[in-house]
């Protein structure tokens, strides 16, 4: 585990710059170039707030809120996941010529995609002033959660990509259980919502852990209790030890198959 | 660093790939071959037991057929390859010149091209803006600095990898085959700076096949074959022991 905060910290211009790379690419030869980060997120908003407000009307007030608050840490974590299974394969070319650690770059993924997330907030801080939903003062709790978020997203990341260097099905499989995962998470509808007796099924599922902070203190204006702080932290936390030790055990053979 | 410690030592070094005959493509296959548990690979030493003492200062050439395993030599000084058996020491920064360019991204311009492979090959931020005005000047590349490396001719593209190889005056350079490629001005160009490397005591070691840059160039020269060393002396030693070994393979084949 400490590989990764020296090797993180020494290479911390590299993974930057790597990062900042995957963005410009992805906006480049666009006429609006990096307003679409913004503009992405606030579209997407745009028609779910139509929808879920006008054709589909669920029992729940403000409901493009309640579900924005936790599906943009989702799209965060399955689009860094998506993303960073290829990591080492995208860049294999170039770890068979030139030495440097490989952790680089799903830390780079993980990197962009906070840059991402962290803009898809800015159009939900101006939709719910909009929506006449009250701005919490728990907005201000949000790193923690970002933060629990990251460190479980980044041990995911490391165990796919690892993975996906010899397997390539793992990239495939990863778009099914991420799928299915989302439904099982309660991101568009509410653990409440579902009777009792199945609740403890729920529980299992370690990602309500991280992203519950979200809608609690956006939604509801609530902070989370100590005992989901320390469960969400947990499980990031065995994410990242459980990724990483494979990553490292395996990255010294990715050069042969990638 | 004293001056007789060596800057790269190998120590009974052995790379050993696993050479996969045929990957199961179908399901079917995949399951006919786990029944059959027949062996599907089978495992390659590339590089066999070879100790290497290179001394601060030498250029070293390492000529040897195509296959014998002259660039996987080359990658396990440069850390790309970890050896599956023996050790590695290397004293000092060290450019491979693997391939001229695999660091570059070709959306991305020349001058951020730069920073990007300098970053690659551990150097810092700042070093590199310290650098990048002599690296651009070697390049000598115009106006297409600003412009991503797409639009770059081959020979622009060389020169800008070649440069900010150099440029960052590391005391290990790994060529590897590379200075065939380009015009004859910027051979000469190449070779020019490699002279200038050997003068001010740098450590070159050179992977090639055009036997006048080896008599030329190195001090000494090892002759690998099969993935071990034949011969390690001189450039005269070493180069005719190499020509005959390439007409017995002439020889055999008429």
């Not at chain 1, 702080?229 to 990483?244: D, E, K, P, Y």
């Not at chain 2, 060529?175 to 004859?184: F, P, S, Y």
Request: charged fraction near 15%.
């Amino acid at each position: 585990m400490k590989e990764l905060f020296v090797d993180s910290y020494q290479y911390r211009e590299l993974i930057w710059a790597l990062a900042l790379k995957e963005l410009k690419i992805r906006y480049k030869r666009s006429v609006l170039g990096f307003m679409w980060a913004l503009l992405n997120p606030a579209f997407m908003m745009l028609v779910l707030t139509l929808v879920f407000s006008t054709i589909m009307r669920f029992p729940i007030p403000h409901y493009a809120i309640f579900l924005l608050s936790v599906l943009l840490p989702w799209t965060f974590f399955s689009q860094t996941l998506s993303y960073a299974v290829e990591a080492i394969v995208t860049n294999g070319d170039l770890i068979k010529k030139v030495a440097v650690p490989k952790l680089v770059f799903p830390m780079a993924a993980v990197v962009s995609n906070i840059i991402n997330l962290l803009l898809s907030l800015i159009p939900l801080m101006i939709l719910v002033p909009l929506m006449h939903h009250p701005f919490y003062w728990t907005w201000l709790y949000l790193p923690v959660p970002v933060l629990a978020l990251v460190i479980f997203t980044t041990g995911l990341t490391f165990f796919f990509a690892a993975a996906n260097v010899y397997y390539r099905d793992v990239s495939h499989i990863l778009q099914v259980v991420l799928s299915a995962w989302f439904y099982v998470t309660p991101i568009i509808y509410s653990i409440d919502m579902m009777p009792a007796h199945f609740k403890w099924i729920f529980k299992l599922n370690p990602i309500i852990y991280v992203i519950n902070g979200f809608r609690l203190s956006v939604y509801y204006g609530q902070l989370p209790k100590y005992p989901s702080i320390l469960a969400s932290f947990a499980c990031a936390f065995i994410s990242l030890f459980i990724g990483f030790s494979l990553f490292k055990k395996y990255q010294e053979t990715f050069v042969y198959y990638v | 660093m004293s001056f007789d410690q060596p800057v790269i030592r190998l120590e009974n070094v052995t790379q050993r790939f696993r050479v996969i005959h045929e990957r199961p493509d179908t399901v079917r296959e995949l399951f006919s071959r786990f029944f059959r548990h027949n062996a599907s690979f089978h495992d390659f030493e590339a590089v066999k037991n070879v100790s290497l003492e290179i001394p601060r200062g030498q250029t070293l050439g390492i000529i040897g057929r195509n296959g014998s395993g002259k660039s996987t030599l080359l990658k396990i000084m440069a850390g790309v390859y970890k050896p599956s058996n023996g050790t590695v020491e290397v004293n000092g920064t060290l450019a491979p010149l693997i391939e001229l360019g695999a660091g570059f991204h070709h959306e991305l311009t020349g001058r951020e091209n730069i920073i990007l492979n300098g970053l690659l090959m551990g150097y810092s931020k700042r070093e590199m803006l310290e650098r990048q005005q002599s690296i651009i000047d070697f390049a000598d590349v115009g106006e297409f600095i600003d412009a991503p490396v797409k639009q770059y001719s081959s020979g622009m593209y060389m020169r800008l990898a070649f440069a900010v190889a150099t440029e960052v005056d590391p005391q290990i350079l790994l060529v590897d085959e590379i200075l065939a490629v380009g015009d004859v001005g910027f051979q000469e160009k190449c070779f020019d700076k490699l002279r200038r490397f050997r003068n001010s005591g740098k450590t070159i070691i050179l992977v090639t096949h055009n036997m006048d840059n080896v008599r030329q160039h190195c001090e000494r020269v090892v002759l690998i074959d099969h993935g071990s060393i034949l011969v390690d002396g001189t450039p005269d030693e070493a180069v005719s022991v190499f020509n005959n070994l390439m007409n017995v393979e002439v020889v055999a084949a008429h």
